[in-house]
């Protein structure tokens, strides 16, 4: 289903109501049509083509919920953060700097292949913060928030003060940060720079767009890591914890039996982070077998 949100601005509603692995995408219609992320599905893609010839996609970071229909509109401009343009179609590449390597990679690949059906395509062009994508009577300034990934962006469209804040997407699943290259510290910083600009709507990629209740929805994301750091610090009043011990009992998720190596790699790097930061913050300390014990 393609929504209308305001005028010549769509939301493109993505299978599974938007749920991961695919996103909902966003449609911009002016001078240029321009498809923002394309993870929303091949059914909802073919509704896009059948209405409306794209000119340009943009991949508002390099998550396979994002990318993953790229292939469909190869006639089309395909601009993505200029951070890891080169790699983006080398899936082997990609999975290693996104899950480690081994079994996870494995999933991530299988996952990226055969259940979203993405075939590697080409970047014509790349954007990076203040770079705008002018289409006449919609201005969209990007803007740089990293945290959920090292090259996540938002844009916002200038003229209405409408932000598409992509993966912060203020829903209860979030904030996400399970790779690496994630950052606590950037991530509070981008939801408080989507906060700063007093947005009038804020679109997402996995749930309705939000025009009320703004500042309050942002406050209650910001929270979940407050809410996380605790309960990581009460797991360590047990006893010395890994990362990876601590994510088999799935303290963010609730499902410590998922049988997927990835999901449980995801979470153990998201644990790291809280640890990380308890650890600068005197409260916890890393010892030299990796595991991290608490300061009393």
Request: hydrophobic share 40%; aromatic share 10%.
């Amino acid at each position: 289903m393609i929504e209308e949100i305001v005028e010549g601005l769509y939301l493109v509603h993505g299978a599974s109501k938007g749920r991961f692995p695919w996103s909902h995408s966003i449609l911009a219609v002016g001078d240029r049509t321009v498809l923002f992320d394309t993870g929303c599905g091949e059914k909802a893609i073919d509704e896009v083509k059948e209405s409306y010839h794209v000119d340009l996609v943009v991949n508002s970071h390099t998550h396979p919920d994002h990318f993953s229909g790229n292939h469909h509109f190869r006639e089309c401009e395909l601009w993505v953060p200029d951070m890891f343009a080169s790699i983006l179609p080398d899936l082997e590449n990609m999975s290693l700097r996104l899950t480690g390597g081994g079994e996870p990679a494995r999933e991530w690949l299988h996952l990226v292949r055969e259940v979203l059906g993405h075939v590697p395509t080409e970047p014509t062009g790349t954007f990076w913060e203040g770079d705008v994508i002018d289409l006449g009577d919609m201005r969209f300034r990007a803007l740089y928030t990293p945290g959920h990934t090292l090259d996540h962006f938002c844009f916002l469209e200038e003229k209405r003060r409408i932000i598409l804040s992509f993966d912060i997407d203020l829903t209860p699943f979030g904030p996400w940060y399970g790779h690496v290259e994630c950052d606590l510290d950037q991530f509070c910083d981008s939801l408080h720079r989507v906060l700063a600009l007093r947005p009038e709507m804020i679109v997402s990629s996995h749930r309705r767009p939000l025009s009320e209740g703004i500042e309050e929805e942002i406050a209650a994301f910001d929270d979940v890591f407050v809410r996380r750091n605790r309960k990581v610090l009460d797991l360590l009043g047990s006893g010395p914890a890994t990362p990876e011990g601590l994510a088999g009992l799935s303290p963010f998720y609730g499902v410590p039996d998922s049988g997927f190596a990835l999901a449980r790699y995801f979470e153990a790097r998201m644990i790291e982070k809280h640890l990380e930061l308890l650890e600068r913050r005197g409260l916890a300390e890393k010892q030299g077998d990796g595991s991290y014990r608490m300061v009393r």
